[in-house]
């Protein structure tokens, strides 16, 4: 059943009670295709990134599908103090900035983990927030897929657009009126990369399963905005611009 993971007791409880009403107040959410992310068993959701706000328009759509929304985090903040013991008890999986080879036995524990308890994890493709001038989705990093592909696990692209109104890139605080902006949500069918399961250590098929992702996600984004993205996409090292923030390469 769509709710039997989000039904079952947890520290989510707690946190919807505190999130999803403040969202509410500031967002009106209105998600598209619900339906393509799995009801049970692991998934790798990736969404478009383009504003601070976005994890938590990203959360609350998540848990309205009866999935519960862990993203990968910064190992670093699993080793703050109540904070760390929240990531932990969410199930948030870490990601540290690692050297190829444990970046890859990592990538094989988390993907039998994710397989294991049948959870769904939430990954920004771009791994920070977009550079694109107009909000697109800029070129993408191989996190995503990584787990996917080590896995055979879903991939489901997806798309937000409308958050720039309550918080643009970059921006400090909130714009908090008028309330309830619309943000519209779109999930999108699953990315095949059937023909490269099992090839997550070769660059190659990385960056053919990262396209068609970036792609997918790009495809979404136009749906939802009514209008097409420009042909190339845009790649912040041809423009002198340094990627911070970034979780996965």
């Known amino acids: 059943?769509?709710?039997?993971?989000?039904?079952?007791?947890?520290?989510?409880?707690?946190?919807?009670?505190?999130?999803?009403?403040?969202?509410?107040?500031?967002a009106k959410i209105t998600v598209t295709d619900a339906d393509?992310?799995?009801?049970e068993g692991a998934f790798v959701l990736a969404p478009n990134h383009y504003s601070e706000f976005d994890p938590l328009i990203v959360a609350v759509?998540?848990?309205r599908t009866g999935r519960l929304p862990r993203f990968m985090a910064k190992e670093s903040l699993f080793h703050v103090p109540v904070l760390g013991w929240v990531l932990r008890r969410t199930g948030m999986v870490p990601v540290a900035?690692?050297?190829?080879?444990?970046?890859?036995?990592?990538?094989?524990?988390?993907?039998?983990?994710?397989?294991?308890?049948?959870?769904?994890?939430?990954?920004?493709?771009?791994?920070t927030l977009t550079r694109d001038p107009e909000l697109w989705p800029m070129r993408g990093k191989s996190?995503?897929?990584?787990?996917?592909?080590?896995?055979?696990?879903?991939?489901?692209?997806?798309?937000?657009?409308?958050?720039?109104?309550?918080?643009?890139?970059?921006?400090?605080?909130?714009?908090?009126?008028?309330l309830r902006k619309r943000v519209q949500v779109i999930f999108g069918d699953p990315v095949d990369v059937s023909d490269l399961v099992g090839r997550a250590g070769e660059p190659a098929a990385?960056?053919?399963?990262?396209?068609?992702?970036?792609?997918?996600?790009?495809?979404?984004?136009?749906?939802?905005?009514?209008?097409?993205?420009?042909?190339?996409?845009?790649?912040?090292?041809d423009?002198?611009?340094r990627e911070t923030g970034r979780l996965d390469s």
Do not use: C
């Open 36 to 39: 393509k992310l799995p009801r």
């Open 97 to 127: 900035r690692a050297s190829s080879a444990s970046a890859a036995k990592q990538t094989m524990t988390q993907s039998r983990e994710l397989v294991e308890h049948g959870r769904g994890v939430i990954v920004y493709p771009e791994g």
């Open 239 to 241: 423009h002198g611009q």
């Open 61 to 63: 759509a998540v848990y």
């Open 143 to 178: 996190g995503a897929v990584r787990l996917a592909l080590s896995g055979d696990i879903p991939l489901i692209p997806m798309a937000q657009w409308g958050t720039q109104q309550i918080m643009g890139r970059y921006q400090k605080g909130l714009s908090l009126w008028p």
């Open 1 to 26: 059943m769509a709710a039997s993971e989000r039904s079952r007791p947890s520290i989510f409880w707690p946190l919807a009670v505190l999130i999803i009403p403040l969202v509410s107040l500031l």
């Open 206 to 237: 990385l960056n053919e399963a990262t396209a068609r992702l970036m792609a997918a996600v790009t495809a979404l984004l136009e749906q939802l905005r009514d209008e097409k993205a420009p042909a190339v996409r845009w790649n912040p090292s």
